[in-house]
């Protein structure tokens, strides 16, 4: 994780506090003018997570739960707490793994089908929290949020199919986009391009099925929609154009090659 992407973390744990305390949303935002739009989408999720209904917990499973962490604690007395060791955002994700395994594992199931306004959407997004915490490279980190941009766009393209389309959901699917070309630079150079060109054509998909929306949405939803499309095709447009660039010099440093060996050996017969 870069510096940057640690900063805002830590900017953003900061906002979800203010939040919970009942400082207004714009107050917050207006506080970081520099990361307004990423954190207008996580604040409007974090709202959402904050309005979830407690599930009643399954018996069976606080049993088995308890019992581990029994198990665990006697054999690793001396070693300091996990959920103390843990940045104020892990801990927090941690405590809503064991949410989860009181909730069952068919609630989170479920919850990965639901669409905003649904009972278990605010599970579903702090379960895909949840899992970006738990990535452990960088490249599996941006393949994650390359499918959570994707799952973001399924919804845009639900609402949309009912008349209704969701600024918040929208930034939400670019900002994770965002941050996983952000992220390329954490790759060795081998992959570096391939995950580049993957995004790229992401994108292009992405501005593809945006652009299809626009004749089914209210006009009024239309410049947010254009706006989101002019980000996608942007973006397809400054991967592919690098990937060009590199194939060109890739070509040209070949045809220089074979040039040279031309030039050495000028009497050399070829079969």
């Known amino acids: 994780m870069t510096n940057e992407q640690a900063s805002f973390e830590d900017i953003l744990d900061l906002c979800i506090e203010r939040l919970r305390n009942g400082e207004s949303k714009e107050s917050i935002l207006s506080s970081y003018p520099e990361y307004m739009n990423q ?7 974090s709202e959402s997570y904050d309005k979830f209904t407690r599930v009643e917990p399954d018996k069976s499973a606080i049993h088995k739960t308890i019992f581990a962490m029994g198990a665990a604690s006697s054999e690793k007395r001396t070693r300091r707490s996990f959920l103390l060791r843990l940045q104020p955002s892990l801990a927090w994700a941690a405590s809503l793994i064991l949410v989860f395994i009181f909730a069952g594992y ?3 199931s479920f919850a990965d089908n639901s669409m905003p306004g649904d009972f278990l959407y605010p599970l579903k997004l702090a379960t895909e929290k949840i899992r970006l915490v738990l990535t452990s490279t960088p490249e599996g980190e941006i393949e994650l949020r390359i499918t959570l941009s994707e799952k973001r ?3 845009v393209v639900a609402l ?22 952000e992220s390329l630079e954490q ?10 060109t993957k995004l790229g054509y992401f994108s292009g998909y992405q ?9 089914v949405v209210p006009e009024d939803d239309g410049e947010v929609l254009s706006g989101a499309i002019k980000t996608c095709s942007e973006r397809f447009l400054e ?3 690098i990937d060009r660039v590199q194939n060109n010099h890739n070509e ?3 045809e220089n090659e074979n040039t040279t060996n031309h030039t050495i050996c000028p009497f050399v017969k070829t079969r």
């Open 39 to 45: 954190l207008e989408a996580h604040l409007h999720l």
């Open 106 to 108: 068919s609630a989170v």
């Open 153 to 155: 766009l399924r919804e």
């Open 160 to 181: 949309a199919r009912k008349g209704n389309i969701d600024s918040m959901i929208i930034n939400a699917m670019l900002s994770e986009t965002k941050i996983a070309l």
């Open 187 to 196: 790759l060795p150079a081998s992959r570096k391009e391939i995950v580049k």
């Open 207 to 215: 501005s593809n099925i945006l652009t299809n929306l626009l004749n």
């Open 239 to 241: 991967c592919c154009r």
């Open 252 to 254: 040209e440093t070949q």
